[in-house]
């Protein structure tokens, strides 16, 4: 009888996981690419570049990057090398990556982004922590690693008012 009462809905979730892959259509693309050749640059106060927001000429270059040179389909396909799941939860589809550890006895282990941030940041580490031995390391320190997105990031998003980190938590 001891301890806090429990909350059923919590502790008897019964949902299962939808494989997932990141596909934005071209129409988004090419919209992307329009909008930011319609991009409207504000004036700049001479020699004061970053004292009142971003260096113009920065900012023009990253733009121009953006808009010609970012390859979305390459980091797209590197992105769908990772195993991605979305599971119905608290009214959003909850996007995650779930790679298993390969080693003999692989501990779970949680990554979480911050906010803001995507679970882009661990696209490099979460092969490192799945397979070690891949990497000069020992196999028995492999992981499984979960790492969702984070309600109103990424690819846990829905079209709703942005959410405070305590109930995104």
């Known amino acids: 009888m001891g301890g806090p009462p429990r909350a059923p809905h919590l502790y008897n979730l019964r949902v299962t996981p939808h494989p997932f892959s990141i596909r ?3 129409d988004v693309l090419d919209d992307l690419r329009a909008r ?3 991009v409207r640059w504000p004036d700049e106060i001479a020699g004061e570049p970053w004292r009142y927001g971003t260096d113009l000429t920065y ?3 990253l733009v121009a990057y953006w ?3 970012y390859d979305w389909r390459a980091h797209e396909a590197k992105l769908n090398a990772l195993r991605q799941f979305t599971v119905p939860l608290g009214g959003i589809d909850l996007h995650f990556i779930h790679e298993p550890g390969v080693g003999p006895r ?3 282990l949680l990554l979480s982004h911050g906010w803001p941030g995507s679970i882009v940041e661990f696209q490099r580490l979460i092969p490192m922590l799945t397979d070690p031995a891949r990497f000069g390391g020992d196999p028995a320190d492999a992981f499984t690693v979960v790492a969702p997105s984070l309600p109103g990031y990424a690819f846990s998003f829905r ?3 942005r959410q405070s980190p305590r109930r995104a938590a």
């Open 24 to 26: 934005v259509s071209d």
């Open 36 to 38: 930011l050749a319609r």
């Open 59 to 61: 900012m023009k270059s």
């Open 67 to 69: 808009r010609e040179q």
């Open 106 to 108: 692989p501990m779970p």
């Open 159 to 161: 079209r709703h008012p």
